[in-house]
């Protein structure tokens, strides 16, 4: 069967990661998390100084922009793909509220986006690929067979990621993730780069009453049409 890309978009936490995964696990695709790269870059600027008391140096940051190497390496026992940086796994180490403060501002910087989209472009170069992000339908792969966008409410997208951080052993607030997710929603839709915005082509999904089932569900239905006409 011919293969086709798959481009993810939306706000933060609406669950695109978990979709993605699913269907690439189903189709036999390769998935790729983009935000993990951002993340992944945003981390880093903070082992390196480049953030600190709240303020991003932007310039320092980008001096040593070529010391970042991302891969991902496939791993079994998960079924995805996870992330490294400089050959270190950073899959734990990205998810947390200090790195979602900044990642934002970092994946605001055009020549960030730029090294990255890069890669991104390689990664699904041929085809069989499920990919989410912000910008995916719209820059990444722009000629992508199925786009999707989802979005959901502030309040439930706060709750679903406050639950994360607190099973993950982290101690935060559900208005402190309310407020990043906010914030994020603000900056990633509004940034001159690049915003979050729906693809013409793009199939909005509302998940907010929906449940991980029902939401594969439609998902699926949706691949299932695309392939079959493919
Ligand atoms: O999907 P996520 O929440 O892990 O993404 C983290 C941040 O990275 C998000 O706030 C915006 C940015 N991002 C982006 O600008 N472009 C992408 N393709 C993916 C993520």
């Known amino acids: 069967m011919k293969k086709i890309t798959i481009a993810i978009d939306g706000y933060s936490s609406t669950g695109k990661s978990t979709v993605a995964k699913q269907l690439a696990k189903h189709l036999g695709y390769i998935y790729v998390d983009s935000g993990a790269m951002y993340r992944a870059v945003t981390y880093f600027a903070m082992q390196h100084g480049c953030i600190d008391h709240n303020q991003?140096?932007?310039?320092?940051?980008?001096?040593?922009?070529?010391?970042?190497?991302?891969?991902?390496?496939?791993?079994?026992?998960?079924?995805?793909?996870?992330v490294y940086l400089n050959g270190e796994n950073v899959e734990k180490a990205i998810r947390?509220?200090?790195?979602?403060?900044?990642?934002?501002?970092i994946a605001a910087v055009p020549e960030i986006r730029a090294q990255l989209v890069k890669?991104?472009?390689?990664?699904?170069?041929?085809?069989?690929?499920?990919?989410?992000?912000?910008?995916?339908?719209?820059?990444?792969?722009?000629?992508?067979?199925?786009?999707?966008?989802?979005?959901?409410?502030?309040?439930?997208?706060?709750?679903?990621?406050?639950?994360e951080?607190?099973?993950?052993?982290?101690?935060?607030?559900?208005?402190?993730?309310?407020?990043n997710v906010k914030d994020r929603d603000f900056i990633d839709s509004n940034r001159k780069d690049s915003p979050?915005?729906?693809?013409?082509?793009?199939?909005?999904i509302d998940n907010t009453d929906m449940d991980l089932k029902e939401q594969y569900d439609v998902i699926l239905n949706l691949v299932n049409q695309v392939l079959n006409k493919a």
Request: aromatic share 8%.
């Open 56 to 82: 991003f140096d932007k310039a320092a940051l980008l001096s040593i922009l070529d010391d970042v190497a991302i891969s991902f390496k496939f791993n079994p026992a998960l079924g995805y793909a996870e």
């Open 96 to 105: 947390t509220l200090a790195v979602s403060e900044f990642v934002s501002q």
């Open 196 to 204: 979050l915005i729906k693809a013409s082509d793009a199939i909005e």
């Open 119 to 163: 890669i991104q472009k390689e990664m699904g170069g041929n085809k069989g690929v499920v990919m989410d992000g912000r910008d995916i339908g719209t820059v990444v792969f722009p000629n992508a067979e199925l786009k999707l966008f989802m979005t959901a409410s502030p309040e439930i997208r706060a709750e679903r990621r406050y639950n």
């Open 165 to 179: 951080l607190l099973q993950r052993g982290e101690d935060v607030s559900f208005e402190a993730v309310l407020r």
